[in-house]
C-alpha cells in the first residue's frame, strides 16, 4: 500500500522558518505532481504550492516570496521551505500526490494525515 507521511511541523515565532517534509513510499511506479496545501480553522482548503515532476512551481499568492517548494525525485520526496512565517500562515498542512501503481493506470492522489504549524509569539 502507498503512504504518504508529513513531517517538520510545529510551533515557530512570527518572522521564523520551518521546513516542511513530505514522503511517498510503497509500490509505486510513478509521482506526477505533488503539492501542499493547508487548512486554517474555519476555512476551506487551500492550495499553498505544487510542483510538477519537470519541477515546474505554482504558489499562493500569499506565500509567494516566502516558500519554496522543492523535491527529490529519487527519494518520492516534496519539501516546503517556509521563511518570514506569519500567524497567518497557522493550520494544518497537507501532503499531495498524485500517483500511479502501474503503467498506463490512472493517477489517484493520495493525501497525508497533516502537520500542524502554528506561528505564535
Known amino acids: 500500500q502507498v503512504q504518504v507521511v508529513e513531517s517538520g511541523g510545529g510551533l515557530v515565532q512570527p518572522g521564523g522558518s520551518l521546513r516542511l517534509s513530505c514522503a511517498a513510499s510503497?509500490?509505486?511506479?510513478?509521482?506526477?505532481?505533488m503539492g501542499w496545501y493547508r487548512q486554517a480553522p474555519g476555512k476551506q482548503r487551500e492550495l499553498v504550492a505544487a510542483?510538477?515532476?519537470?519541477?515546474?512551481?505554482n504558489y499562493a499568492d500569499s506565500v509567494k516570496g516566502r516558500f519554496t517548494i522543492s523535491r527529490d525525485n529519487a527519494n518520492n520526496t516534496v519539501y516546503l521551505q517556509m521563511n518570514s512565517l506569519k500567524p497567518e500562515d497557522t493550520a494544518v498542512y497537507y501532503c499531495?500526490?498524485?500517483?500511479?501503481?502501474?503503467?498506463?493506470?490512472?493517477?489517484?492522489?493520495?493525501w497525508g494525515q497533516g502537520t500542524q504549524v502554528t506561528v505564535s509569539s
Open positions: 499531495r500526490a498524485e500517483i500511479r501503481l502501474r503503467n498506463g493506470e490512472p493517477w489517484y492522489q493520495y
Open positions: 510503497g509500490s509505486i511506479f510513478s509521482i506526477n505532481a
Open positions: 510542483i510538477t515532476s519537470g519541477g515546474s512551481t
